[in-house]
Nanobody, 118 residues
Framework: QVQLVESGGGLVQPGGSLRLSCAVSGSMFSIIAMGWYRQAPGKQRELVARFISGGSTNYVDSVKGRFTISRDSAKNTVYLQMNSLKPEDTAVYYC????????????WGQGTQVTVSS
């Protein structure tokens, strides 16, 4: 069983920064994939950034160069540093994880709202 709790969302002006955190219950050792999705009103959920096997990362094109995913295994936490935020980044951001015991099942957090507006 994996539980994910996001934090760090809020309201920020265009060009500003936020850092999202995703705290993972239990050890991250058996998690084989982890990252962030987002869903804007009226749109489908889209992958923003993720770690995959071997520690590689990938990002959706629209955030490359602006967002950085990182992790602190000692704190069982994954972060999403978001810089140069744009109004189109406004969405609910969700943390997800895949555990090696069942690679077909995705665990999700409750989501955190990010609003970019002047």
């Amino acid at each position: 069983q994996v539980q994910l709790v996001e934090s760090g969302g809020g309201l920020v002006q265009p060009g500003g920064s936020l850092r999202l955190s995703c705290a993972v219950s239990g050890s991250m050792f058996s998690i084989i994939a982890m990252g962030w999705y987002r869903q804007a009103p009226g749109k489908q959920r889209e992958l923003v950034a993720r770690f995959i096997s071997g520690g590689s990362t990938n990002y959706v094109d629209s955030v490359k160069g602006r967002f950085t995913i990182s992790r602190d295994s000692a704190k069982n936490t994954v972060y999403l540093q978001m810089n140069s935020l744009k109004p189109e980044d406004t969405a609910v951001y969700y943390c997800y994880a895949v555990h090696e015991a069942d690679p077909t099942y995705d665990y999700w957090g409750q989501g955190t709202q990010v609003t970019v507006s002047s």
